[in-house]
């Protein structure tokens, strides 16, 4: 594991760590590294951004507004399991040419998007970008890691949080923008959602290849390849059946057979994580650090709680208060401003305190808040500006809770092991976001079609909605309850009093999803209570490393 292994003679061919980089890189140095990780970050942030802005468009053109949870979740399973790997990876052979790799193989998968003739194809292609997209965002808080100490990464936070700023404002219009073309020269707009990646991912390439020069050492190490594959294993038939248990039926034979394959998979990783010792996957002695293994835990929870929220919003604002695409992103700038506004506050105050234990306290604490705010509050006919407002308070609670919970892993883990504890803490959040996609989704539409019956029947009896069925005899004609989760362009065009009780219903199932989130998130808040405080290093990954390999050379040399 030791950096220096390389030391002695043969230092001259494979370089150490320059001696600039031991005594902390300059200002100029970290923003021009700063530079090439903002494209990638952006690539990924904002395909998030169109994509879930464009998504229910897509899937109405497809015919597939039930199965949008499958392009959705094949995505986070792809992008979830190469996180570590790529930590891993990155960790041995350096993060430049994973970085690179990553951001190549996301194009492509963009470029294939674009040939989607089913939300199944469309997912199996999402699959392959996810794979690149997996790399994209924890190198680059890996490598932000490697030459910025946690006392200073305050002072580069805004520069990060400008791309999240930037996607969060361009994603919505852009996304929305090309959902609402007919084509553009002579393709789908909604096919462009994906084909805008090309060019963005072309010029991330050129300046990453410039620019991402970080000081690293080779370390001889085996590539734990069963690890990839067993967790794989374990992963994906858990997720699967979160996804599909509401319609397989959660004791079914199906059911059933996704239980015990994960279970078998999940012990045979332990297993092979443990025989594989400093070379595995996650190493298994990173978990009997209480601060990573109960932050591991904290990461799923918040990943749940915080799609949870992220998903059902949109749908919210579409379906229920039939804004467009466009309208309802930059609807959701609330909670993207009360994130961004809230982390840049928090990296200065851990900066002048080093202390960071109290915010992922008040975090979830605010998050179960908001949740609950959705749940009790917000209904088919609450006006918009109180809805947003819920929104800025879901956005403080992410923005006190997710970049201490990255600093804190970073902190706690030795140096060499930086992209892996990033990666891993990537991970598990990803993990509790595809869970908690698969199974907030799934809630939603098993239990819209009941929801939108109920409110017919409460409605029928009305003078309101008897009187719009006189007026427009045929507007319910083929539009049901059932005929609602393939396409649900259409309640828009019915008069209000018919289209209320689609609306009621798809709100009313939505309360269900915000009453679970607040659950999860509640249980978030118990383990922040208890995750101990690590006082906060003033050194980058970088410069312990070279302590590190310092204090080696001398015991060898005594």
Known sequence: MSSNSHGGAATAAAPGIPEAAKAGLSHRQILTILSGLMMGMFLASLDQT?????????????????????????????????????GKLSDIYGRKPFFLAAISIFVVGSVACT??????????????????????????????????????????????????????????????????????????????????????????????????????VRRAQRIDWWGAVTIAVGVVPLLLVAEQGQAWGWT????????????????????VERRMGDAALIPMRLFSNKVFSQTSVLSVLIGMAMFGGMMMIPQYLQIVKGASPTKSGLMMLPLMLGMMVTSIVVGRLIARTGHYKIYPVVGTAVMVGAMLLFHFRVEWNTPLPETMGYMAVFGIGLGLTMQTLTLAVQNAVPPQDMGVATASATFFRQLGATAG??????????????????????????????HAVAQHPHALSGANSGSVLSDSSFIQQLPDALAAPFKIGFADSMHLVFLIASGVAAVAFLLSLVIKEVPLRKVSGIQAQAAAQKAEELDKSA
């Open 437 to 466: 996609t698969a199974i907030f989704l799934s809630v939603l539409f098993s239990t819209v079609k009941d929801n939108v019956a109920k409110a017919f029947t409460a409605a029928q009896h009305t003078p309101a909605f008897q």
């Open 252 to 271: 079914s034979a199906r059911s059933l057979s996704c239980y015990g394959i994960g279970v078998v998979g999940i012990v045979t990783w332990i297993l």
């Open 115 to 216: 040939f989607s003739t089913s939300m199944i194809e469309l997912a199996a292609f999402r699959a392959f970008q996810g794979i690149g997209a997996g790399g994209l965002m924890s190198l680059a808080l890996a490598i932000i890691g490697d030459i910025v100490p946690p006392r200073e990464r305050a002072r580069y936070q805004g520069y990060i949080l400008s791309v999240f700023a930037t996607s969060s404002v361009l994603g919505p219009l852009v996304g929305g923008f090309l959902a609402g073309q007919n084509s553009i020269l002579g393709i789908a707009g909604w096919r462009w959602v994906f084909l805008v990646n090309v060019p963005i991912g072309i010029v991330a390439l050129v300046v990453v290849a410039k620019v991402l020069n970080v000081p690293h």
């Open 50 to 86: 169109i994509v879930s802005t464009a998504i229910r468009t897509i899937a109405d053109d497809l015919h597939g507004l039930s199965e949008q949870a499958w392009t959705t979740t094949a995505y986070l399973i792809t992008s979830t399991i190469a996180t570590p790997l790529y």
